[in-house]
């Protein structure tokens, strides 16, 4: 017999067996126990979760010699054909090669004539989405009624395509991706059935490269054994999964956040002459800029599949630094991820990103800056931007040098303009150079305001703008283009 690779091998054949879809497997085993099978069913999720291992354990449940049954023999002939993909009466279709309307009409015949020796005739259709909106429509009517003893099992990774006529005629279950920990304690139980050894972390590494998918770790497993033979190790699966180095990664890092700038591009440098693409180096930094910003916000969630000694490292990065300086560098190097695949200088994409972030450790954000002050009078920063208590400015004809004029501190309480300001005692120098005290509220006086209030407003926002940094670059106080 030909060599069978371990997705199919080690594929489940009972409900116990399938892996994290208990919410599935239970209902489908109630209800044949019950005698309430349904003649539709809409299996939706992920590729490689178990969407038609699941339909093909249903039919072996409906048609074991010792069922209906929720717990198929597995021994009987109906259980090892149908494990086998040949019994006539489960017939498995490729809806992306069998889409159109002339597809669909045959089946509808064939589905009026009685199974040949099992006790159920079962359709599973792959990939259902696939088929054209006539084909559709020529399902409706036999899904609505269809013959006695006849299910139908679809399996889609993109139920929004399929029409809603369709999904309200069928029993939708939605499966869900293998959480890390489920999928390792998988991997290891079965390769140390094969005889073969396996680190910890080389799991974690295919857990974290099948993206939740047991299949597309159990084809890695295939690979893996094939490159390192019955010894499977961490710097292995790093060589065939073309993981990033992770020192290498933290090291970035830590040049990123100490405003290493060159430090920072000699790492990119690097990593390119060992053979990795701008994509690949992209894609581990934020996936690893991801996993700081976790561990800096205190959270725990979605870094199962993270060995210890990794977590070590992110927690004494993360010692050093916020979280919303982590977020700021994530943002940056997620927007040159997406920007490397569509430009013709990719290397130059990232190497700008890098810079960029590097930067940021001397960006001066406005609670750093003073208030300004202006002669006669202090104008201070609105309320939030200003690090500092209000400061005192003496007034106009006042101060060290005025005789007997003493500064008196000013609240941050905001200034009323001068239509709210009352009547005021004129000061020794607002007199008129003919002698007469200029009146309170007089045109001539609030004019002088308003031009002096308009000049302190200017100054402000320029020096707003001076010190201007990229974190800042849509805050709601720059000045208007």
């Given at each position: 017999m030909s060599y069978l690779v371990f997705a199919r091998k080690w594929r489940p054949q009972s409900f116990e067996d399938v892996l994290a879809q208990e919410h599935?497997?239970?209902?489908?085993?109630?209800?044949?126990?019950?005698?309430?099978?349904?003649?539709?069913?809409?299996?939706?999720?992920?590729?490689?979760?178990?969407?038609?291992?699941?339909?093909?354990?249903?039919?072996?449940?409906?048609?074991?010699?010792?069922?209906?049954?929720?717990?198929?023999?597995?021994?009987?002939?109906?259980?090892?054909?149908?494990?086998?993909?040949?019994?006539?009466?489960?017939?498995?279709?490729?809806?992306?090669?069998?889409?159109?309307?002339?597809?669909?009409?045959?089946?509808?015949?064939?589905?009026?004539?009685?199974?040949?020796?099992?006790?159920?005739?079962?359709?599973?259709?792959?990939?259902?989405?696939?088929?054209?909106?006539e084909a559709f429509n020529a399902l409706l009517k036999i899904l609505e009624e269809p013959p006695d003893l006849v299910a139908f099992v679809f399996a889609t990774t993109e139920p929004r395509k399929v029409p809603p006529t369709i999904i309200s005629r069928c029993q939708r279950f939605d499966f869900r991706r293998i959480p890390t920990p489920v999928m390792s304690a998988y991997l290891a139980r079965e390769a140390e059935s094969e005889g073969i050894e396996i680190d910890q972390e080389a799991i974690l590494l295919v857990c974290r490269a099948s993206g939740g998918s047991m299949r597309d770790a159990l084809s890695i497993m295939d690979q893996l054994v094939s490159f390192s033979g019955g010894r499977i190790t961490r710097e292995s699966a790093e060589g065939l999964l073309r993981v990033v180095e992770e020192e290498l990664l933290s090291s970035l890092c830590s040049d990123i956040f100490s405003g290493r700038a060159a430090g920072a591009l000699d790492k990119v440098g690097d990593a390119l002459a060992r053979g990795y693409s701008v994509e690949e180096l992209c894609d581990a930094l934020a996936q690893y800029l991801r996993n700081l910003m976790l561990v800096a916000a205190g959270s725990t969630a979605g870094l199962e599949d993270l060995p210890d000694r990794e977590l070590s490292e992110l927690r004494s990065i993360a010692a050093s630094v916020d979280d919303l300086a982590v977020l700021n560098v994530l943002r940056i190097v997620s927007a040159a991820a997406s920007e490397v695949r569509t430009s013709s200088l990719p290397r130059v994409v990232v190497e700008s990103a890098v810079l960029s972030a590097s930067e940021l450790s001397s960006a001066v954000g406005l609670a750093d800056l003073p208030p300004v002050e202006r002669k006669g009078r202090a104008r201070e920063l609105p309320a939030g931007l200003s690090g500092s208590e209000p400061g005192t400015a003496p007034a106009e004809g006042t101060g060290p040098d005025a005789p007997g004029q003493a500064q008196k501190p000013r609240t941050g309480r905001a200034q009323r303009s001068p239509a709210q300001a009352g009547p005021a005692a004129p000061g020794p120098d607002e007199s008129r150079q003919d002698g007469a005290a200029e009146q309170p509220g007089s045109p001539a006086g609030a004019q002088e305001q308003d031009d002096q209030a308009e000049a302190e407003k200017k100054a402000t926002m320029d020096l707003l703008d001076l010190f201007d940094a990229p974190s800042y670059e849509n805050s709601s106080d720059r000045r208007p283009e």
């Open positions: 599935v497997t239970v209902t489908l085993r109630n209800a044949i126990d019950a005698g309430r099978a349904g003649h539709a069913y809409l299996f939706a999720g992920p590729r490689g979760v178990g969407k038609t291992t699941t339909a093909r354990i249903l039919a072996k449940a409906l048609n074991c010699e010792k069922g209906p049954t929720s717990s198929p023999c597995q021994v009987c002939d109906s259980c090892r054909r149908i494990a086998a993909g040949t019994d006539l009466d489960v017939l498995e279709i490729d809806g992306a090669s069998n889409r159109g309307i002339d597809e669909v009409r045959e089946l509808r015949e064939k589905a009026r004539y009685s199974s040949a020796s099992g006790r159920w005739k079962i359709y599973i259709i792959d990939e259902i989405h696939m088929l054209t909106r």
